[in-house]
């Protein structure tokens, strides 16, 4: 008779390693190879480090890299995208908060095609002004979208408190601000893209050939030489306050919550201990606030608690779309649900269970290739510890209740939390 | 082509098995054959609230997430208005640990009361979150009313409205999972690195033993041809007028389906594509517009929307759309669009696939209908479409007698 109560028996690889590549140095800059030979299409990225050396902000940077592909020289953007159509290739601008990416995904075998493509549009890219005008005024009206809602609101509230106006991850630009976007702000950018000191370049998938392809491409680009060397630039953090801050929105039908303070950065020694306590607090399905806040009262349809680290500082938060009837109830959960972790020791079994889903997810994180890849760029960009993958697993593995109540006791505040709430408060 | 091999369960389930042993991983794909279409139209939203009460406790398991994740697993499941489909992914090693659990909840749930009461009150937050609280949410609610008269596509997976949710009852739940969710009426799909000998040994022992309860036999009211067009204005607190018109599309099987999917491409698929270019760079009418098909079985929708910038009224949007509209009836697509549609679709085919639960979703998919490598053969059909078959098809996609139109009209703020 087949036994339905007994869970199947199961296992875990012992460790966990990140593939590496090879890695080859054209004049210098660094040229990293996945070769899987056995697929039919490869990604190229090209990278460009960026600590904050720029007046511009994430916010900003996000729309301004799109426009790279709006117009050369001697090509309208309808020319250069059905080119690139035409090949099936496709280019994903990604600006982030400490390296920008662009990524070239397409069919080997069009690879020194498309990558003259990409050359001609690094090279001249020219921001014709009267189609950038149409493309900000659409980027404006999708922002006067956005802000409408309470995710939005809420998100921006608490990172402006959390790193104040003037901070790249604090500024929020205005309809307006996008609207006037300049030349200048596009120039800077471009010439940030155009350094090559700030370049390295990851192939993945079926590498063959395309080295040759890709150094001739660096060869044909137009670098400038930075005259000077940069310098990060240095922020001061506004002072932490723990408060409610509330966020009116007339047609809201539920309210967005954000309640969070400063935390560790990824260097510290604590960070992967509090991932993990994090985790087991909010970050997964099984975690203590989706049993209390959602399976248990159902007063959302989902809860989570992050650790971000940023170059300055790590946030610490928990965002929730709530009923409008229950935000006050879920903040007296939520801390009510720290103070436990505080004061009471984690069961044997959630260990476990913690352990083996985070395990899982390491590995399941892996589920294409370009996701080794992308970690792997995370680490040479320095954003990453080397070898934070490998240790995860290792602290993993040696995790216990104690630890995890300290952790809880040293760097969970529910106490001084700063709490934002974005709804309709008149009703 | 992806590679499987099936086999058939004597209880009616249908086995499907795609190894890959370049992954440590493998996927347990379930999918059941009914969706939001089965439902009674005074309890909509039941299909997709019953998605949520399968993870609330099975007859012998008391919890379904908690062992999964204890293998190292995590799941998710959807609703459609045809499907409902449910996936796990974990190390492969640890395959057995799915099997257990889905084959325990197609046995039977455990139906507590306590499950029902927050499932539906998580429900009805997921309603507000995605539906209500959203601007330009509710927007399908709208159009598949105004495009479907007879057909339970009608409503969307959510439901009609929230007190549907709020009115369920347990004894509805139980009636519902004992005329759906049976053997026969599901698809088990593997994929990752554990061999099919191994997947249908498995399968023997998990769900072999469950038997085959009475089949659902599905009585759906056809949904009329169309013969007049229809329109539908309406006020919300938004930032800007949309448009949005749907044509009803041809049988998912037939050659109209593939011509659809490719006029969609033509005339919206990126930046160089032709309402892009025309509509809101050259002629500044909209912020946004998109052309794209749904995939509902019975007949899905081909969808034009955008977002009118301000000071263009509704009527001056409507015919810069339809002179498009006429163009693509009129003239054959040329050479270098044709050919810009396909390279991209293969493209995108490869990178598709290179994920593990497409593979599954597709088999799936596929054998729902009758094959399933059928969404590959699709594309090869693609491939193959010429530009004047694709304007002969444009003609009969974008009959104006067959239009449904909504003006979704900004409230002066």
């Not at chain 2, 009150?121 to 507000?128: G, P, Y």
Request: aromatic share 12%; glycine share 6%; net charge negative.
């Amino acid at each position: 008779m087949l036994n339905r109560i007994q869970a199947p028996a199961f296992s875990f690889p012992q460790k966990f390693q990140l593939r590496k590549p090879e890695k080859v140095l054209h004049g210098n800059i660094p040229i990293h190879l996945f070769d899987y030979p056995k697929n039919e299409v490869c990604r190229i990225d090209w990278v460009f480090h960026n600590q904050f050396v720029q007046g511009l902000n994430f916010e900003i940077n996000e729309r301004v890299i799109k426009f790279l592909l709006e117009g050369t020289v001697h090509k309208t953007s309808e020319q250069i995208i059905s080119a690139l159509d035409y090949y099936g290739a496709y280019i994903d601008l990604k600006a982030g908060t400490e390296y920008h990416t662009i990524s070239i995904y397409m069919h080997p075998g069009f690879a020194a095609q498309v990558l003259d493509i990409f050359v001609e549009v690094l090279n001249e890219a020219s921001y014709p002004q009267h189609h950038i005008q149409t493309l900000l005024q659409i980027e404006s009206d999708k922002l006067n979208v956005e802000i409408q809602k309470t995710s939005y609101q809420a998100r921006k509230t608490f990172l402006e408190a959390l790193f104040g106006g003037a901070h790249p991850m604090g500024y929020f630009p205005k309809p307006q601000d996008v609207l006037q976007l300049a030349e200048e702000d596009f120039a800077q950018f471009k010439s940030l893209v155009l350094d090559q000191s700030k370049l390295s370049v990851y192939i993945t998938g079926k590498t063959h050939g395309l080295l040759e392809i890709v150094q001739n491409a660096i060869d044909k680009l137009a670098w400038k030489s930075s005259d000077k060397p940069t310098v990060p630039a240095q922020f001061i953090l506004p002072s932490f306050l723990s408060r409610l801050q509330k966020v009116h929105l007339d047609q809201a039908n539920q309210c967005t919550l954000r309640l969070g303070h400063p935390s560790l950065r990824i260097t510290h020694p604590d960070y992967i201990g509090l991932h993990i306590t994090t985790t087991l607090f909010g970050g997964y399905f099984g975690s203590r606030l989706m049993k209390n806040i959602r399976e248990d009262k159902g007063y959302t349809y989902g809860i989570y608690a992050l650790l971000n680290s940023y170059s300055d500082q790590g946030v610490w938060v928990i965002a929730s779309d709530i009923g409008k009837a229950y935000w006050e109830d879920a903040i007296v959960e939520i801390k009510k649900e720290m103070r436990l972790l505080q004061e009471e020791k984690v069961s044997a079994e959630e260990i476990h269970l913690i352990q083996n889903y985070i395990k899982g997810m390491l590995l399941n994180q892996f589920d294409s290739i370009f996701a080794n890849t992308d970690k792997y760029i995370a680490i040479q960009q320095g954003i990453v510890p080397e070898f934070y993958f490998e240790s995860y697993f290792e602290q993993l593995n040696q995790l216990d209740s104690d630890r995890i109540q300290h952790i809880a006791q040293t760097y969970f505040k529910p106490q001084a939390l700063l709490e934002v709430v974005a709804g309709n408060f008149n009703d | 082509m992806i590679t499987y091999q099936s086999h058939s369960l004597s209880n009616g389930l249908r086995v499907i098995s795609h190894y890959d042993d370049s992954t440590p991983l493998a996927i347990l794909n379930i999918l059941y054959d009914v969706g939001a279409k089965d439902e009674d139209p005074e309890k909509t939203g039941f299909a997709h609230l019953f998605e949520h009460l399968m993870f609330g406790g099975s007859v012998n398991i008391p919890e379904y997430d908690t062992p999964l994740q204890m293998a190292g697993g995590e799941n998710n499941a959807f609703t459609s208005n045809d499907i409902t489909n449910y996936y796990n992914q974990l190390p492969a090693s640890n395959i057995e640990t799915a099997f257990w659990l889905e084959s325990d909840r197609l046995l039977s749930l455990a139906f507590t009361p306590k499950s029902l009461e927050v499932q539906r009150s998580v429900v009805i937050e997921e309603f507000k979150q995605r539906y209500l609280n959203q601007p330009y949410g509710d927007v399908w609610h709208h159009l598949r009313e105004l495009s479907y008269t007879q057909h339970p596509y009608q409503w969307p997976t959510i439901g009609k409205e929230v007190s549907h949710i709020e009115k369920a009852r347990l004894e509805d739940v139980k009636s519902f999972f004992f005329k759906h969710y049976n053997p026969a009426n599901a698809i088990l799909v593997v994929a990752g690195n554990c061999k099919p000998e191994h997947v249908f040994a498995l399968a023997e022992k998990w769900f072999g033993p469950i038997e085959n309860r009475n089949v659902y036999v599905r009585n759906i009211a056809k949904e009329p041809i169309q013969t007049a067009s229809r329109t539908k204005k309406i006020n919300a607190k938004v930032p800007l007028n949309a448009l949005y018109k749907t044509y009803p599309m041809s049988d998912r099987l037939s050659e109209g389906y593939i011509a659809a999917d490719m006029l969609s491409d033509i005339l919206s698929n990126g930046k160089s594509s032709r309402l892009y270019q025309r509509l809101v760079l050259e002629q500044k009418l909209f912020s946004s517009v998109d052309a794209y098909i749904s995939g509902e079985l019975d007949g899905g929708l081909f969808t034009i929307q955008g977002k009118l910038n301000k000071n263009v009224p509704f009527e001056k949007a409507e015919l810069a759309i339809q002179a498009e509209l006429d163009k693509i009836q009129q003239e054959k697509v040329t050479d270098e669009e044709l050919h810009k549609v396909k390279h991209k679709q293969i493209t995108s085919q490869h990178f598709g696939l290179l994920s593990l639960f497409n593979r599954a979703f597709s088999l799936a998919q596929g054998e729902l209908l009758g094959n399933p490598l059928l969404v590959q053969e699709d594309q090869v059909r693609f491939q193959k479409m010429d530009a004047e078959t694709l304007r002969s098809f444009a003609q009969n996609q974008f009959n104006p007698h067959t239009s449904n139109t909504l003006y979704y009209t900004a409230d002066a703020q």
